[in-house]
């Protein structure tokens, strides 16, 4: 069971961070806008929507990933002096009550909205029209691929329950732990 969590975390931040090379794609293309704006005096009228639909499939396509990585916001400030099992039975609670329904609407009226776009080929409203409905199949994809962590996170909570313990995951990058860095500082200044 470890092992298949853990695959779904390497899937999860293995997508994350594929499509989190679309900010050096988004980079570009607004430098080639502003440049071709203010320098060349010729304004692309398809950019913004380019741009918008770029910085939505790098929002939708990091949740997961997030997810994956316990990086979504929560109330710390409590949550953090409760013993591993009563974190885990607020979790499976939340997860349960909140999560799952939405995020099955999600990807529920996500494929809808989908169909519908790619039935009429749908297109934005500009002189230079593009293509929306794939766009709008991020979202189905966005909400299965963040609904497959959201079952693995409960898996986990059960586990915590049974065990005392969260079960291990995936690492990546970590956030700067203030206590470590003031231990570092420390240990530096004693050996001098």
């Given at each position: 069971?470890?092992?298949?969590?853990?695959?779904?975390?390497?899937?999860?931040?293995?997508?994350?961070?594929?499509?989190?090379?679309?900010?050096?794609?988004?980079?570009?293309?607004?430098?080639?806008?502003?440049?071709?704006?203010?320098?060349?005096?010729?304004?692309?009228?398809?950019?913004?929507?380019?741009?918008?639909?770029?910085?939505?499939?790098?929002?939708?396509?990091?949740?997961?990933?997030?997810?994956?990585?316990?990086?979504?916001?929560?109330?710390?400030?409590?949550?953090?002096?409760?013993?591993?099992?009563?974190?885990?039975?607020?979790?499976?609670?939340?997860?349960?009550?909140?999560?799952?329904?939405?995020?099955?609407?999600?990807t529920w009226a996500g494929w809808t909205f989908f169909q519908d776009a790619l039935a009429i080929r749908e297109s934005t409203f500009s002189a230079t029209p593009l293509?929306?409905?794939?766009?709008?199949?991020?979202?189905?994809?966005?909400?299965?691929?963040?609904?497959?962590?959201?079952?693995?996170?409960?898996?986990?909570?059960?586990?915590?329950?049974?065990?005392?313990?969260?079960?291990?995951?995936?690492?990546?990058v970590e956030e700067v732990d203030v206590d470590k860095l003031k231990q570092m500082v420390h240990a530096d200044g004693a050996a001098r």
């Amino acid at each position: 069971m470890k092992q298949l969590l853990l695959a779904v975390d390497r899937l999860s931040t293995w997508i994350g961070q594929a499509f989190a090379w679309l900010i050096v794609a988004l980079t570009l293309l607004i430098s080639w806008e502003v440049f071709s704006r203010y320098l060349l005096n010729a304004p692309h009228d398809w950019n913004l929507d380019a741009q918008l639909m770029g910085y939505g499939t790098l929002f939708m396509m990091a949740g997961a990933y997030t997810l994956a990585k316990s990086g979504h916001v929560r109330g710390d400030v409590l949550y953090g002096f409760f013993q591993p099992r009563t974190q885990a039975a607020i979790d499976l609670a939340l997860y349960l009550l909140f999560f799952l329904p939405g995020i099955v609407a999600l990807t529920w009226a996500g494929w809808t909205f989908f169909q519908d776009a790619l039935a009429i080929r749908e297109s934005t409203f500009s002189a230079t029209p593009l293509p929306v409905y794939p766009f709008k199949a991020v979202i189905p994809l966005a909400g299965g691929l963040l609904l497959l962590q959201g079952l693995v996170e409960i898996v986990r909570c059960v586990q915590c329950l049974q065990a005392g313990e969260w079960p291990s995951r995936e690492q990546d990058v970590e956030e700067v732990d203030v206590d470590k860095l003031k231990q570092m500082v420390h240990a530096d200044g004693a050996a001098r």
